[in-house]
């Protein structure tokens, strides 16, 4: 079997801006001294003049996108999800959100996947910032392709768009024909015993945790939810009026992310008993990403263990 090819979010970022760019001259990219490792380096060496690099300025950077937006222009305004959502949140908010205006984050080295950088730039607490201003739609790709798309669908949307991206290379795990829908989750396999809600890196876990559920007899249901808001309540209430059981997994704070998204759904839907794995209110550490992924229980064993100890 051929090895699965892997690609960080953040590169599927930059090509993206680079292929949206030549098609359309109001998109502009503003980045905040950081072009090399948000990849919007790519978009800057084809399209300098559409390039601003404000320097360590987030919050600046976020009210010069406010401004661009009201000319007509489309800014994608990049920085590490910790200084995108968390320095510049204020900003986000009064000069973004609360004028509803066509204004693009790209947020990536998103979680404790940024790994040496430790816990000042691991933010695991974005997601939950990010849904709770009103009119935000919030994008966690978990892969190239999907990560590709949901650029695409934030730049043809009105409104403004969070959009997060990973530093590790993550498993392709989509076709070249996928479709994405904004706000729609997506089935990625069908089980009867228990539905794992995942998102953004942790959904080629689940997949991984779900084939090994499958050799211990527990016929697990898969459900990829890129779109956190507006979350696809319609494919989660199914699937758990089906199983009975939900486990949500995310690589972020099992407060106010997708886990609580979730349980906010299902609680006033259809109650059923449900179990969020993500970070448990504590900050990360360094170290490398794929033990600190493993030391959290978020990669395929750590997801299957949990499983199976609900399930028993």
Do not use: W
């Amino acid at each position: 079997m051929s090895e699965v090819k892997k690609i960080a979010t953040r590169d599927s970022y930059g090509d993206a801006l680079v292929e949206l760019g030549k098609e359309h001259e109001n998109l502009v990219v503003l980045d905040a001294d950081l072009a090399a490792a948000t990849k919007t380096g790519k978009f800057q060496k084809v399209f300098p003049e559409r390039h601003i690099d404000c320097g360590i300025a987030e919050a600046n950077m976020i009210g010069i996108a406010a401004g661009l937006s009201t000319c007509g222009k489309v800014p994608f305004a990049s920085s590490f999800a910790m200084f995108a959502a968390g320095r510049a949140y204020e900003q986000v908010r009064n000069t973004v959100g609360y004028p509803h205006l066509n204004v693009k984050i790209g947020a990536t080295h998103a979680g404790i996947s940024v790994g040496e950088d430790g816990a000042t730039h691991q933010c695991n607490e974005d997601i939950a910032l990010m849904r709770t201003i009103p009119g935000m739609t919030v994008i966690n790709p978990c892969d190239d392709i999907e990560a590709k798309a949901a650029v695409k669908a934030a730049y043809e949307m009105e409104g403004p768009v969070y959009l997060r991206f990973g530093r590790l290379a993550a498993p392709v795990i989509n076709r070249e024909d996928y479709k994405f829908e904004l706000g729609k989750g997506v089935l990625l396999r069908e089980g009867k015993d228990v539905t794992i809600v995942a998102t953004g890196l942790m959904v080629s876990a689940a997949l991984e945790a779900a084939e090994k559920l499958a050799e211990e007899g527990i016929d697990a249901e898969v459900i990829n939810i890129h779109t956190i808001k507006p979350l696809d309540e319609d494919i989660i209430i199914r699937s758990s009026k089906k199983t009975g059981k939900v486990v949500t997994v995310e690589e972020h704070s099992v407060i106010g992310g997708l886990g609580s998204a979730v349980c906010d759904c299902l609680s006033a839907k259809n109650p059923v008993f449900v179990t969020k794995i993500g970070v448990n209110d504590v900050f990360g550490h360094s170290g490398p990403a794929m033990e600190l992924l493993k030391e959290f229980g978020l990669d395929g064993d750590g997801i299957y263990a949990r499983v199976k100890e609900i399930m028993n």
